[in-house]
Each structure stands twice: as structure tokens, then as C-alpha cells.
């Protein structure tokens, strides 16, 4: 046999075990997810859903489906989950997409995460909410090739209540649109749209909003977000910013619209409204910080808390979607029985904080902490510009080529 024989014979050899350890890794990632669902939810016990009933064998083969690509919009109370994104990782932690992910393997939707071509549009940290997110993935479909490239939808599966049958009370599936195969949730995006929510009473609303006006147009949004290396280019445009009050309480809301969203970049822009809003910042601050040849360097302040903090829609366009009126009333009760016990919470805790008598307190402590989590030592607040200095994305990209110079050196040394 010759050496070519024999080293295209490898290849293909090789090729194989490739092929099988990746449906390997496949399966043990889906599994990850599963098992990561059931444990949180053995600690969950008041909202544990029944057991599944095991299906009975019947002997038929198992049925084979065409495939299609659709996007489905989705929304959550993100509070008690670490973010949106998975993690491959048996770390105990469970995010948005493991529960997603677990509903549509339960129903067949999907055959394995690693085959689905899943993608979501908006990416929130721990703790963050959503209206309306989107996500695009290839499902198990019950049409025809034909049907599927003309877009039916007529005699699809029920997506929607398939999936919300399978979720927990935090998150719900509203409805699906069909998509090209090169539809991508994340890069067929026009805009996202944010809110952070917040309690306006102390705060000077209208320097808030002038400053967050001075947001809109586009601008290199390195000093607003946290530097990745990934991240290289932070020029973005914003379409939309403003700082409004809502009805007749006190509560607020930051309104911004972009292209796309850096990092951390709506906490980090909150932080900075939050203490021009205390009037310990002039609205300047803005305008100052997105001159970045002056600037080149972020003030290493902190992010907003997260809990305020809302995806609120993301634009794309000629997409029709699909509802029911069955799923829209479901959603609704399951929205309205969140609702009335979060009430209950809410008149609970404000008869405790009554009747102990520590609102006098709450006049003593600057009300951006409550939003930025920052300390003023000595009753004395440091300016922003004042803070030492967080990396940019040139730094991170000069410490890995630094990095990866000095590992070559050593594997030639060597």
C-alpha cells in the first residue's frame, strides 16, 4: 500500500472520529442542559411541574420530519436566572436557554441543540428582562418541502403552546414567523429597543433627559460599555434616547434605540444618568465622554443594577407572525397570575416598611445608589472623569498579540 493510500485512508478515518465525538459532544451538551433544568427545579419545588407521563411503546417507527427555519419571539421576568445565554458548563446555573431549550427537546421541536442553527437576537445579562426577544431556529416541521419554501403556515405545528406547556411562570412564547435558511435573529436585526425602569423621586429628570438626548446620532460608544476583544469596532448609532416619566407615579424610564448594543453599555450609561439625575454630574459629562480622541479610556465606574433593566423589541423587517387566540389568552392568564401575587408581595413589604418607620432614613443616602450601587466617601462624591481608567478593546487586542508572541518564542526555544 502507498504512503497516499495510506494517508488518504487516515483522513477518512480520522474524519469519521471527528464526526462521531462532535455527536457525542451534541448529545452530552444537550444533556448538560436537561439535567441543569431538573436540578433547579427539584429547589423550586412550589412551581415544579408533574412528572411526565412515560409514553407507551407502540411499535411504530419513530416519525421523520421535514425541517424549516422559523423565528419566534419570546419574553421574560429575567430576576431568578443567570442571563440569557447557555452554558455548556454543569455549573448549577440556569439560564433562559436551558429552559428553552429543555421545552423544545421534551416536545420534539428540535432533534439537538448543536443542529438547531439557534440564534438569539438580544443577549441580557443575569437578572435582565425581555418583551419580546427573538430567536431564529430550524425545527422538526409537519409540512411538505413544497409548503415549507413557500412559507405556509397552515397545518404547522402548535410551536407556541408546544413550548409554553414545558416553561415556567417567568417565561413565555408568544408567537412564531417562518424565515429564509439565512435568516439570522442576531444580524437580521434593524434596531433593539431598551428600557431601564426606575424610582424617579429625587432625581432631576430633565437634566437626565437632556443629557440622554446627547446619546442619538452616531458615535464611537467605547467609554459607554465594557472593552471586549471580540468587540474591536464600538461605533454604533443610536436612533432614539430620552428619560421620561410614565403615569402619575414616580416611576421613570430611560427609552433607547440603536443599531446595537455594546457590553454593559445601557448599565454603564445608567450609572452616569443616575448621578447627573442626583445633579453630582453635569449632563456635559456625556458629550465628553463620547469625544474618545480626548478620552481614549473609559473611567472605571460600575454598571447600573441589572434589575431595572428591560429589552423591550427588536425590529426586523417583512416578518409575519403567527398567533393564536388560545396562546394569547393563555399567556395572559399566566402574565395576570404573576401580576396579582407580585401585588400581594409588593402591598406586604410597603405595610412592613410603614409600620417599622425607617422612611426618615432613606432621606440620609444619595438616591443614585440605589441604581448605581456607588459609595460616597466621607459624604463626598469623586467625579467620574476622576476614576482610574478601564482597558479599551486596543488594549485587550495589544495583551493577546503580546501574549501570543512570547508563546511562539518559547515553542521555538524549545
Given at each position: ?206 437634566k437626565m433627559n437632556e443629557a440622554a438626548q446627547r446619546l442619538v446620532g452616531k458615535h464611537d460608544f467605547q467609554n459607554f460599555c465594557t472593552a471586549q476583544l471580540e468587540r474591536q469596532d464600538t461605533n454604533r ?33 445608567m450609572t452616569l444618568l443616575a448621578l447627573i439625575g442626583n445633579e453630582l454630574e453635569d449632563p456635559n459629562l456625556i458629550s465628553t465622554l463620547l469625544n474618545v480622541k ?121
Amino acid at each position: 500500500m502507498s504512503k497516499v493510500e495510506l494517508s488518504e485512508k487516515s483522513r477518512d478515518e480520522l474524519v469519521k472520529i471527528i464526526n462521531t465525538l462532535n455527536a457525542k459532544n451534541s448529545k452530552l451538551s444537550d444533556s448538560v442542559s436537561q439535567m441543569k433544568v431538573r436540578l433547579a427545579a427539584l429547589g423550586q419545588s412550589e412551581s415544579e411541574d408533574e412528572p411526565a407521563r412515560k409514553r407507551k411503546k407502540t411499535g411504530k417507527p419513530e416519525k421523520i420530519f421535514e425541517k424549516r427555519k422559523i423565528a419566534i419571539r419570546f419574553s421574560y421576568d429575567g430576576t431568578r436566572f443567570s442571563g440569557l445565554q447557555r452554558s455548556p458548563l454543569s455549573n448549577g446555573l440556569v439560564t433562559i436557554e436551558d429552559l428553552l431549550f429543555d421545552a423544545m427537546l421534551k416536545c420534539k421541536m428540535i432533534d439537538s441543540i448543536g443542529q438547531s442553527d439557534y440564534i438569539a437576537a438580544g443577549r441580557t445579562d443575569k437578572g435582565v428582562h425581555a418583551v419580546n426577544n427573538v430567536f431564529s431556529i430550524i425545527v422538526n416541521s409537519n409540512l411538505t418541502r413544497e409548503e415549507i419554501e413557500n412559507h405556509k403556515t397552515e397545518n404547522e405545528r402548535d410551536f407556541v403552546s408546544m413550548i409554553n406547556r414545558h416553561l415556567p411562570p417567568e417565561i413565555v412564547v408568544t408567537c412564531w414567523s417562518p424565515v429564509s435558511i439565512d435568516f439570522s435573529a442576531r444580524f437580521s436585526c434593524e434596531s433593539r429597543s431598551y428600557n431601564y425602569i426606575f424610582h424617579g423621586k429625587g432625581f432631576n429628570i430633565s437634566k437626565m433627559n437632556e443629557a440622554a438626548q446627547r446619546l442619538v446620532g452616531k458615535h464611537d460608544f467605547q467609554n459607554f460599555c465594557t472593552a471586549q476583544l471580540e468587540r474591536q469596532d464600538t461605533n454604533r448609532e443610536c436612533f432614539h434616547a430620552s428619560v421620561v416619566q410614565r403615569g402619575a407615579n414616580e416611576m421613570c424610564t430611560f427609552e433607547i434605540e440603536s443599531s446595537g448594543f455594546l457590553y454593559h453599555q445601557i448599565r454603564l450609561t445608567m450609572t452616569l444618568l443616575a448621578l447627573i439625575g442626583n445633579e453630582l454630574e453635569d449632563p456635559n459629562l456625556i458629550s465628553t465622554l463620547l469625544n474618545v480622541k480626548a478620552h481614549p479610556r473609559r473611567p472605571g465606574f460600575k454598571p447600573a443594577n441589572p434589575d431595572g433593566l428591560v429589552l423591550i423589541d427588536c425590529k426586523f423587517p417583512n416578518l409575519s407572525w403567527v398567533t393564536k387566540e388560545k396562546d394569547e389568552i393563555n399567556v395572559t392568564k399566566k402574565i395576570n397570575d404573576r401580576l396579582n401575587q407580585t401585588y400581594l408581595q409588593l402591598t406586604v413589604l410597603e405595610k412592613i416598611k410603614s409600620k417599622l418607620g425607617y422612611e426618615e432614613r432613606e432621606k440620609t443616602v444619595p438616591v443614585h445608589q440605589k441604581i448605581t450601587g456607588i459609595l460616597q466617601k466621607q459624604n463626598k462624591h469623586r467625579s467620574i472623569l476622576l476614576y482610574d481608567c478601564a482597558p479599551n478593546p486596543k488594549d485587550l487586542l495589544l495583551k493577546k498579540q503580546t501574549k501570543d508572541e512570547k508563546k511562539l518564542k518559547e515553542a521555538e526555544a524549545s
